[in-house]
C-alpha cells in the first residue's frame, strides 16, 4: 500500500496513516483478513518514528478496523468496511465543508463554485482513469 505523508501538514502524521489505511478499506484496496505492514516495517518504508506507527495501528483497533492476530501481526478487520466507508464519507464531507466555508468567506459566488467543483470533478476522473489505464498496462493496481 502507498502511503502519502505531509510532515508539514495540519494532520498529524499518525492520523494521516488512520486516514488512509480508512480509506483503502473503504475503497477495497485492503480486505478484511488482509494483513498490514508491521509496525517497523511501515516505519522503515515511511522513515517514521516506531510509536507514531503504533499509535496509528492502536487508533485503527480502537476504530474497529483493524485486530491483532496471535504472533503474526495486524489484520483489517472482515466488518470493517462499512466503518471505513462512513468514516471516508465524513472526511470528505469536512474537506468540501472547509473548502465552501472558505470560498463563500472569499466572495465566491455559488455558481462560480459549481463551476469549479464540475471542472476539478473532471479533471480528478480524468486523472484517476489515466492512472487506472497505466497501471493496467503496466501490470500493476493502484
Same mark, same amino acid.
Given at each position: 500500500?502507498?502511503?502519502?505523508?505531509?510532515?508539514?501538514?495540519?494532520?498529524?502524521?499518525?492520523?494521516?496513516?488512520?486516514?488512509?489505511?480508512?480509506?483503502? !478499506? +473503504? #475503497?477495497? $484496496?485492503?480486505?478484511?483478513?488482509?494483513?498490514?505492514?508491521?509496525?517497523?516495517?511501515?516505519?522503515? *518504508? @515511511?522513515?517514521?518514528?516506531?510509536?507514531?506507527?503504533?499509535?496509528?495501528?492502536?487508533?485503527?483497533?480502537?476504530?474497529?478496523?483493524?485486530?491483532?492476530?496471535?504472533?503474526?501481526?495486524?489484520?483489517?478487520?472482515?466488518?470493517?468496511?462499512?466503518?471505513?466507508?462512513?468514516?471516508?464519507?465524513?472526511? !470528505? +464531507? #469536512?474537506? $468540501?465543508?472547509?473548502?465552501?466555508?472558505?470560498?463563500?468567506?472569499?466572495?465566491?459566488?455559488?455558481? *462560480? @463554485?459549481?463551476?469549479?467543483?464540475?471542472?476539478?470533478?473532471?479533471?480528478?476522473?480524468?486523472?484517476?482513469?489515466?492512472?487506472?489505464?497505466?497501471?493496467?498496462?503496466?501490470?500493476?493496481?493502484?
Amino acid at each position: 500500500m502507498f502511503f502519502s505523508i505531509d510532515p508539514n501538514g495540519d494532520v498529524p502524521i499518525y492520523e494521516q496513516i488512520v486516514r488512509q489505511i480508512k480509506l483503502a !478499506v +473503504a #475503497d477495497e $484496496v485492503l480486505v478484511g483478513g488482509q494483513m498490514v505492514a508491521s509496525v517497523r516495517q511501515l516505519a522503515g *518504508e @515511511l522513515a517514521i518514528n516506531p510509536n507514531t506507527i503504533a499509535r496509528a495501528y492502536q487508533q485503527l483497533q480502537s476504530d474497529l478496523v483493524l485486530e491483532p492476530l496471535r504472533g503474526r501481526g495486524m489484520v483489517v478487520r472482515r466488518d470493517a468496511i462499512k466503518r471505513c466507508t462512513k468514516a471516508r464519507n465524513s472526511i !470528505v +464531507a #469536512d474537506g $468540501v465543508s472547509r473548502a465552501l466555508a472558505d470560498a463563500l468567506a472569499g466572495g465566491m459566488s455559488p455558481d *462560480e @463554485l459549481r463551476e469549479l467543483f464540475e471542472a476539478e470533478l473532471s479533471r480528478q476522473s480524468q486523472l484517476i482513469q489515466s492512472n487506472q489505464a497505466n497501471a493496467s498496462e503496466n501490470g500493476t493496481s493502484t
